[in-house]
């Protein structure tokens, strides 16, 4: 089985591995924390009650329900069919969809925000990152807002790696493994998009997020 395919099975496995919406996004942080985070998110992406609101990777939809109350419309997009047929049961008045997020199942100019948490490692390389970026793009609205959270920087990416136990690794599913995360060159995909966007900007987040040191969320302004 090809990576991409482990990698997908593995969200298949996690979504079903438990019935805590946290646990099956694989991020069992306190309940304060997820409040912080959908605050954080909610605000990066200045969430207005009238946006048509996409999320990609939108796991079981703990994220997409914190944020449901500020937008007018919800829609979720996952690979893993049991992660959008739980999202649906959680949010069973927004529209989800299986499918992958490097060709995206709407018309161009459909959205307001676009929103994309903790995905991108994920991915198989760069080069895939980048048409996700740009199907993104094409799907929300002239004007529109895309965050990118969560995404790894480089510069950080040899000290994660080399501290990371290899043996311990092999005994756990391909997704958490260290090593097989993809880092980002924050300043290399800013020269690589910047003629596409009005304005990217690389956001801090908020220093109560454990790993806020070595993960960054991206805007980009349409
Ligand atoms: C860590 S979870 C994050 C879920 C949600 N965004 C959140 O922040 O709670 C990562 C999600 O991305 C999905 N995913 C990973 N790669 C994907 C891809 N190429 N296309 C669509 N979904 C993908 C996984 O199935 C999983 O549900």
Redesign the pocket.
Same mark, same amino acid.
Request: hydrophobic fraction near 40%; include cysteine.
């Given at each position: 089985m090809s990576e991409f395919l482990t990698?997908?099975t593995e969200?298949q496995q996690q979504?079903e591995s438990s019935d805590d919406l946290k646990l099956q996004?694989?991020?069992p942080q306190s309940d304060e924390s997820w409040q912080l985070l959908a605050v954080d998110v909610q605000e990066k992406l200045m969430l207005q009650l009238t946006d048509d609101l996409l999320?990609?990777?939108?796991? %079981?939809g703990?994220?997409l329900s914190k944020l449901a109350r500020n937008c007018a419309n919800i829609s979720g997009?996952?690979?893993?069919q049991a992660?959008v047929d739980k999202a649906q049961i959680l949010l069973p008045n927004a529209n989800f969809y299986c499918?992958?997020?490097?060709t995206l199942p709407f018309t161009s100019d459909s959205f307001d925000k676009l929103l %994309?948490? %903790?995905?991108f490692h994920?991915?198989p390389d760069r080069e895939y990152a980048l048409s996700?970026v740009k199907e993104m793009i094409r799907v929300v609205k002239p004007g529109g807002i895309i965050l990118i959270?969560?995404v790894l920087d480089s510069s950080y990416e040899n000290e994660i790696k080399s501290n990371s136990d290899l043996a311990y690794e092999q005994k756990i599913p391909y997704i958490h493994r260290y090593s097989q995360w993809q880092f980002y060159d924050l300043a290399l995909l800013q020269s690589e998009l910047s003629d596409l966007v009005c304005k990217f900007e690389v956001l801090t987040q908020p220093s109560e997020f454990t790993l806020s040191g070595y993960r960054k969320d991206i805007r980009l302004w349409l």
């Open positions: 990698k997908q969200w979504a996004v694989g991020r999320d990609v990777g939108c796991g %079981s703990l994220l997009i996952d690979y893993a992660m499918g992958e997020a490097k %994309s948490y %903790s995905i994920y991915f996700v959270g969560d």
